[in-house]
């Protein structure tokens, strides 16, 4: 976020609190709490907030549980009673692109390279498991090709200048985060994509997974990633 490069991609985050999410839903309508300090979807809630003439309904979803309620109020306690004591951010939410009847994210891997340089090294879609509204492999997620996710909304050369840009996202991202903190060797960032085929960064990683990469049926992604890997390790225990 103190990037003015970066965070314009970031989705608006804030801390949990009972005025924040009023302010936040009324802004998007759609939003996701979630931990601050999270793994593998673990925790994270899609909350809803929309009006009819009836007037005016809260939902939120966790896991495949849905619960809807009429009031601010009793929303507000059973999503606090939710998130168990722990530290948590509210985020505009993204309505993220489909795989048929499934939403999907993009993992972005970035690492430093022997010759010092940040480079995204493998690009990866995840696919939620049905009824999900996460989309992490370690919670039911697919792993699928950038090629087989994108091709429905995009043909060759626009496909070629998206994963483009998201190389470019991840390299800016790696390059400031190194900045910011010299010993990390490689990210991982979550990117959603939306109907205007926006790409948002979700998350920052900083032990991304590198086995996912092993899913692919080309192995030259997870060849490279754990060649990166190897370097940096050897490094480090040169140094
Ligand atoms: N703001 C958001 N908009 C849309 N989807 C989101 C948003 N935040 C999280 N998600 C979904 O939930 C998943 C897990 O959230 P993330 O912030 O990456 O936490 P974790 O550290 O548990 O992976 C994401 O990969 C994405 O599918
Ligand atoms: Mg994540």
């Known amino acids: 976020m103190q990037s003015s490069e970066i965070s314009p991609l970031i989705p608006e985050t804030v801390k949990f609190s009972k ?6 839903l009324l802004k998007y309508g759609m939003i996701y709490v979630k931990p601050e300090h999270g793994t593998y979807g673990n925790g994270v809630m899609k909350v809803e907030q929309s009006k009819d003439s009836h007037g005016t309904e809260y939902k939120y979803q966790s896991g495949t549980k849905i619960k809807t309620f009429g009031a601010y109020d009793t929303f507000y ?3 606090k009673k939710a998130t168990r004591g722990r530290s ?3 985020q505009r939410g993204i309505v993220l692109l489909k795989h048929g009847k499934h939403r999907f994210d993009i993992r972005v891997m970035v690492q430093l390279s022997p010759r010092g340089k940040w480079e995204t090294t493998g690009l990866i879609g995840r696919v939620a498991e049905k009824g999900k509204i996460v989309t992490n492999y370690h919670n039911g997620g697919t792993l699928m090709s950038m090629e087989k996710l994108l091709s429905p909304y995009l043909n060759d050369a626009q ?4 994963l ?3 190389r470019k996202l991840g390299e800016d991202t790696g390059r400031f ?3 910011k903190y010299p010993g990390f060797k490689q ?3 979550d990117v959603g994509l939306d109907n205007h085929m926006t790409p948002w960064i979700i998350e920052v990683n900083t032990s991304p997974d590198p086995y996912i990469f092993k899913h692919l049926s080309n192995k030259s992604m997870y060849r490279k990633v754990m ?3 190897r370097a940096n390790e050897k490094k480090k225990s040169a140094n």
């Open 19 to 24: 005025a924040n999410l009023r302010t936040m």
């Open 77 to 79: 306690s059973s999503l």
């Open 88 to 90: 948590y951010l509210i």
């Open 159 to 162: 496909q070629a200048q998206m």
């Open 164 to 166: 483009k840009i998201l």
């Open 177 to 179: 985060y190194h900045k």
């Open 187 to 189: 990210i991982g960032v």
């Open 227 to 229: 060649a990166y890997r």
